[in-house]
């Protein structure tokens, strides 16, 4: 079971863009589902985008939708999460995930692994 590591969080003005990596230590992300979920303080964690690793279909939660993009890496070792247009209440911890199995779903109960997270912080 591949371990994840999330990174590229930071500090960034409202407008301006982020680029969050989830890297499969140790493993690839081939035959499943990856996930992209976050949460804000006293907030349950809610999911942002997911992306299937064999047909490469990307899904995008509404608040989200047009600003931010899911893909994989080549190697299929990382998960890439390009956030554009960030507002403030785009703030939060940010966690990748991996599914139990390859159906699509936004439920974190249908998600096994999930790294430890890096956070976002946009401010207005």
């Known amino acids: 079971q591949a371990m994840l590591v999330e990174s590229g969080g930071g500090l960034v003005q409202a407008g301006g863009s982020l680029r969050l990596s989830c890297a499969a230590s140790?493993?690839?992300?081939?035959?499943?589902?990856v996930g992209w979920f976050r949460q804000a303080p006293g907030n349950k964690r809610e999911f942002v985008a997911a992306i299937t690793s064999g047909s490469g279909i990307s899904y995008y939660a509404d608040s989200v939708q047009g600003r931010f993009t899911i893909s994989f890496t080549g190697a299929m070792d990382t998960v890439v999460l390009q956030m554009n247009a960030l507002k403030p209440e785009d703030t939060a911890v940010y966690y990748c995930?991996?599914?139990?199995?390859?159906?699509?779903?936004?439920?974190?109960?249908?998600?096994?692994?999930w790294g430890q997270g890096t956070q976002v912080t946009v401010s207005s």
């Open positions: 995930a991996v599914a139990r199995g390859v159906a699509y779903s936004r439920h974190v109960n249908d998600f096994r692994s």
């Open positions: 140790g493993d690839t992300f081939r035959n499943t589902l």
